[in-house]
């Protein structure tokens, strides 16, 4: 069984060759062939949780486990939010693949969803592009742009300008710059992506402009979220899993619960979208949103391709 690293893992993959393989397992999802069970997470202390997952692919034939530490201020000790491993098997035999440091895979393919939801739900050619926070996913998000798309501009804003100024300083060469205006940095964009530990909404609806795409990236529990209920009813919804969203989508929960949006709100599986069995974007006005919770069976697909590629 091969241990893998952090430092090899980003030394070596790239959010836009994940794409492709992303784009399969979301088919797979919504095709029942994945198996992605609810996952589980239990508090630690006021700093954090463990988190569990684990699940099933058919193509290619593997299974696994994800255990992390989830510690939203570890970053400001040099250290990752999200800590711990992912466990792959094969299946034929049940053997062991790989062990992989799960923060530098998790960045990955969650960037990579992103993107993949973003080729299919903006409007053609984007090219200018707002992220909201200055983390790790801030990070990922902004190298897969730049990677998957031609960026005419790319908007930076966070809550804190130190550490906005130090993720740029990493991208000297991007069209990236710095917005300490929130309406300033979404006005005009064509995609939007916030990458925050928000718990309360920061993003009003009234902010958001006919045609956007909204990747909704950082909030993964039911008791947060990252944009306010006139913002959700303004917007066309996509998710990777209609089962995660149920349960742990903050934004819709929300919404339903003031009556801002109806109980039968229409919310569809990218996976469904890229297999033609529910439909993207409407029109060019229509807003869209993604909204990403992460999945065991992204983790595999992703570690499967990591473990082929660093073998």
């Not at 492709?20 to 992605?36: F, K």
């Not at 899993?241 to 009556?259: M, V, W, Y």
Request: with cysteine; charged share 20%; proline share 6%.
């Amino acid at each position: 069984m091969k241990v893998i690293t952090a430092p090899q893992v980003l030394g070596r993959i790239s959010v836009a060759e994940l794409v492709p393989v992303m784009e399969q397992t979301m088919r797979d999802v919504s095709s029942g062939s994945a198996l992605h069970p609810p996952r589980f997470a239990i508090p630690i202390n006021e700093a954090g949780r463990m988190g569990l997952m684990y699940g099933a692919l058919s193509t290619p034939a593997v299974h696994g486990v994800k255990v992390l530490s989830l510690y939203p201020e570890a970053a400001k000790h040099g250290l990752s939010s999200h800590q711990g491993f992912v466990l792959l098997f094969e299946s034929a035999l049940g053997k062991p693949v790989a062990a992989i440091e799960a923060d530098a895979l998790t960045a990955l393919r969650t960037a990579a969803v992103s993107m993949l939801a973003t080729r299919e739900l903006a409007r053609p050619d984007p090219r200018d592009f707002t992220i909201c926070g200055a983390g790790e996913q801030a990070e990922w998000h902004l190298r897969g742009i730049l990677e998957c798309f031609a960026p005419e501009e790319i908007r930076l804003w966070a809550r804190r300008p130190e550490a906005a100024a130090a993720l740029a300083a990493h991208f000297a060469d991007a069209p990236l710059r710095i917005v300490a205006d929130l309406g300033e940095a979404l006005k005009g964009a064509d995609v939007v992506t916030t990458t925050t530990s928000a718990r309360a909404p920061f993003l009003p609806g009234a902010l958001l402009e006919p045609g956007q795409h909204i990747n909704l990236v950082g909030a993964s529990l039911a008791d947060t979220r990252e944009v306010d209920d006139a913002g959700v009813a303004r917007m066309a919804m996509f998710t990777d899993s209609l089962e995660s969203s149920s349960r742990e989508s903050g934004e819709i929960l929300g919404a339903k619960a003031s009556g801002a949006i109806p109980a039968d709100f229409p919310v569809h599986e990218i996976g469904a979208v890229l297999a033609g069995q529910a439909p993207g974007r409407s029109d060019a006005g229509q807003i869209t949103a993604y909204k990403s919770h992460g999945l065991i069976a992204q983790d595999l697909a992703a570690g499967w391709h990591i473990a082929q590629q660093l073998g």
